[in-house]
């Protein structure tokens, strides 16, 4: 988790809090916004994907309210708890009412699969807080996933 060979900046940014924690308090979060992280990562799959179709051109999703841009990086990078899961290097800037977030492919894999979100201060940290706006702006009017990323 700590900055290395892995991961120049690492996972935990500046946050002291232990992983345990940082990973109870960002599902928390989620968890009182009604939202499963199974949706959350979902959501952040499609913008993902939407993202890439535009071929690191601008692209605006959700009813013109969300706007994304891939950028492309060379090589792959493992997931650091070790569970054998290799992603693509990409960054997929993300922005909306105020919102400006970076997304990696590991980012997603990571609140999907281990709940966690990174720490406070790492450059590629999603709060929870911005994950729940970006939802409700790309969800609004439904009940789930059912409404894709491009409506």
């Known amino acids: 988790m700590e900055p290395g060979r892995l991961s120049r900046d690492g ?3 500046n946050d002291s809090r232990t992983l345990q924690d940082i990973i109870a308090a960002d599902l928390a979060t ?6 499963e992280r199974e949706n959350a990562a979902n959501l952040l799959d499609e913008l993902h994907e939407a993202a890439d179709e535009a071929l690191e051109t601008p692209k605006t999703v959700c009813n ?3 706007a994304l841009l891939a950028t492309e990086v060379r090589g792959r990078i493992s997931c650091p708890f070790g569970c054998g899961t290799r992603v693509h ?4 800037r993300i922005q909306a009412r105020g919102l400006d977030l970076l997304l990696t492919p590991l980012s997603t894999h990571m609140i999907r699969r281990h709940g966690f979100f990174q720490g406070r201060g790492s450059p590629f940290r999603i709060e929870p807080d911005d ?18 990323a491009e409506r």
Do not use: D, M, P, W
Request: charge should be positive; glycine fraction near 14%; hydrophobic fraction near 40%.
């Open 11 to 13: 996972f935990l940014g």
């Open 30 to 35: 989620l968890q009182a916004a009604g939202i």
């Open 64 to 66: 013109g309210q969300v």
């Open 89 to 92: 290097k990409a960054n997929i």
């Open 131 to 148: 994950l729940v706006t970006l939802y409700r702006i790309c969800r609004s009017g439904t009940s789930g996933t059912e409404k894709n």
